[in-house]
């Protein structure tokens, strides 16, 4: 499963007060000289690797799978009905042929309209968890870009500002994704309680 693009740039800019930098000019001077630090994430990646995206992305699995295997059955049939036709090229009636190559359209067209279906029902799906998840996400990386000195972050899954290159040293995904996962655990699947005897 796709999952929604989300183009998002976390930016922290740390400047000293104006008291403080009157009475220590030096040592502001110096800090506002110091090296920009900047790191990139996946923010897509972030969401998909973590324990809250994983579990959503399986729930919806478990949503689709009826419409999935249907879809499968429908391809499976369109599969076999070339392969008849194939095989009976010299050997059927014309009429067979034409009652085959109209069975083969249908079926094709329906495969057709219920793949877009499945698909547009996934999507809009998928958004919903991104769209849920991008918020904590975006907190999630402030937190971690401020307390470790960083002044920008960068989306690398970004399509409508593509970085050409980062090294992999100044890529935080991994590190975000841990700490998304310690503030927002995902919740443990519930497993239904066994009915008691009744006495």
Do not use: C
């Amino acid at each position: 499963m796709k999952i929604r693009n989300a183009a998002i740039i976390s930016l922290a800019l740390f400047m000293a007060g104006p008291a403080w930098a009157q009475t220590r000019p030096a040592t502001s001077r110096a800090s506002n000289d110091a090296p920009t630090k900047i790191a990139v994430i996946n923010f897509q990646g972030a969401i998909a690797q973590s324990a809250e995206g994983k579990q959503a992305m399986q729930q919806l699995q478990a949503k689709f799978a009826a419409k999935t295997t249907d879809l499968q059955n429908l391809a499976n049939k369109i599969q076999q009905i070339q392969k008849q036709a194939q095989d009976g090229a010299n050997t059927l009636s014309d009429a067979a042929k034409s009652q085959m190559a109209q069975e083969y359209q249908l079926d094709q067209r329906q495969y057709q309209r219920k793949q877009q279906e499945l698909q547009q029902e996934e999507q809009d799906a998928e958004g919903d968890v991104v769209d849920s998840m991008s918020l904590k996400m975006q907190k999630v990386i402030n937190q971690y870009a401020i307390s470790h000195g960083y002044s920008l972050v960068l989306d690398t899954s970004a399509q409508s500002m593509p970085i050409l290159f980062a090294s992999t040293g100044v890529d935080i995904t991994d590190a975000v994704v841990k700490l998304y996962d310690q503030t927002n655990p995902a919740e443990a699947a519930k497993t239904p309680a066994s009915p008691k005897n009744k006495k």
